[in-house]
């Protein structure tokens, strides 16, 4: 599928799904090799992230383990600035290596507030693993360690990102048609 209608507005596709596993891959080679003999905590950030975080924990070739938190600051295609936490952690990451999977690194209003969250529990670690970053858009200085794909500053859906609330089944990525 090219065009995509998602209610009142039309996407183009902009990234196969195979770039994107290519993409995930170049990103988990330096994963495997920082994370060799660890046992790391990756923590999936609901609702974009469940198929990055499928497929790259897929890829990861050491053991590890997998928790989801689940943030929420969109509404329709503009980023409101208010964080909600909706869902916390189950799981003690007391003294362990996080490694946070977002979908999407906009503004970073959302990595600000899940670092403050995650680091109130004393990981001895925390590292950031985006699909998708907009260096454009980036407000804040926090470093993002494992970025696979940069992009601008356009509306995207697929792959798990939504449009108020549809699109995250889509298996490529696409870009809002202006
Ligand atoms: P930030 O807090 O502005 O960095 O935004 C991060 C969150 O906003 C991401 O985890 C996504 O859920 C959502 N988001 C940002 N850009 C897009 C986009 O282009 N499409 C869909 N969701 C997005
Ligand atoms: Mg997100």
């Known amino acids: 599928m090219e065009i995509v209608q998602l209610h009142d507005k039309a996407f183009k596709k902009f ?6 596993q290519l993409s995930i ?3 988990v080679e330096k994963i495997n090799v920082d994370y060799t003999n660890k046992r790391p905590i990756f923590i999936g950030v609901l609702n974009g992230s469940f198929l990055f975080s499928a497929d ?3 890829k990861f070739s050491s053991s590890c383990e997998v928790a989801f938190i689940q943030f929420s600051s969109y509404s329709g295609t503009k ?3 208010n964080v909600k936490e909706l869902m916390g952690l189950n799981v003690d990451i007391k003294n362990r290596d996080v490694i946070i999977l977002e979908d999407i690194v906009d503004t970073g209003n959302t990595l600000e507030k899940l670092m403050i969250t995650l680091k109130k529990h004393a990981p001895s670690s925390i590292k950031i693993a985006t ?3 907009k ?3 980036y407000k804040k200085k926090i470093p993002i360690d494992y970025v696979a794909i940069e992009v601008g500053n356009e509306f995207l859906v697929g792959y798990g990102l939504d449009y108020d609330g549809i699109g995250r089944n889509l298996e490529h990525i ?3 048609e202006e």
């Open 56 to 58: 790259l924990v897929k």
């Open 79 to 81: 980023s409101t600035g």
């Open 15 to 20: 990234i196969s799904n195979n770039d994107i």
């Open 25 to 27: 891959d170049k990103i």
């Open 174 to 176: 696409y870009k809002i």
């Open 131 to 133: 699909l998708l970053f």
């Open 135 to 137: 260096p454009k858009a």
